[in-house]
Each structure stands twice: as C-alpha cells, then as structure tokens.
C-alpha cells in the first residue's frame, strides 16, 4: 500500500521552530520530485518547497528561502522540511507531494504540478 504521512506540525510561538516530516511507505522516494506545500485558511494552497531527489537539487518558493530548508534522510525514506523563525503568517495546513517525473521540481510551475502521491497534511499553528 503507498502512503505518504506528513507529521510534525504543532503550535508554536512566533520566533520558534518545527520539523516536518514526510514519510513514504510502499515505495522508495529515490528518483521522485518531493514537494512541500500548505494552505492557509481563506487562502489558495502554495508551495513551499521541492527537492529532486535524483540528485538532491531543491526549489524554494522565493520569500521563504533562508527560513525553510528541504533536505532528504535516504536511510528513513523521509523528506524533512525545517521550518524556523516561524510568524503568524506561516499558519497553514502543511502537506508533502510525490510523483516519479523527478523533473516537476525544476519547472517554474512545480507548486501546481499533479503529483500522484499525497500525505494527509499536518498543521502547523504560529502564535503571536
């Protein structure tokens, strides 16, 4: 059975840090294109970050680079998203995306790509 499962979400205060964690089952993400995207309420779903796993290149979107990092652990077949200096704007439904077209991370529009392979979501809550 292939899942995804997105854990590490959490309540946090404005300054703090999380890791989120994207966890494959039934499948190994060794040539995948891995996303990280989230949805704030009211709002379109955005994304965060994405990392060819091929050869390890990763995509951020613009204002969150230097804040968020994507990196993989091969050995867990996980890909983490560390999130600091986290503010209220973070808030949102974080989920992970995979999909075996490893090439949907370097094209301008791999936020919208249709990724076969969703986790459920975890949410992340920043307070003030």
């Known amino acids: 059975d292939v899942q995804l499962q997105a854990s590490g979400g959490g309540l946090v205060q404005a300054g703090g840090s999380l890791r989120l964690d994207c966890a494959a089952s039934?499948?190994?993400?060794?040539?995948?294109?891995v996303a990280w995207l989230r949805q704030a309420p009211g709002k379109e779903r955005e994304g965060v970050a994405c990392?060819?796993?091929?050869?390890?290149?990763?995509y951020y979107k613009d204002s969150l680079l230097g804040r968020f990092t994507i990196s993989s652990d091969n050995a867990k077949n996980t890909v983490v998203l560390q999130v600091n200096s986290l503010n209220p704007e973070d808030t949102a439904v974080y989920y992970c995306a995979a999909d075996p077209l490893h090439d949907y991370c370097s094209g301008y529009g791999w936020p919208a790509m249709p990724y076969d392979y969703w986790g459920q979501g975890t949410l992340v809550t920043v307070s003030s």
């Open positions: 039934g499948f190994s993400f060794d040539d995948y294109a």
């Open positions: 990392i060819d796993m091929t050869d390890g290149r990763t």
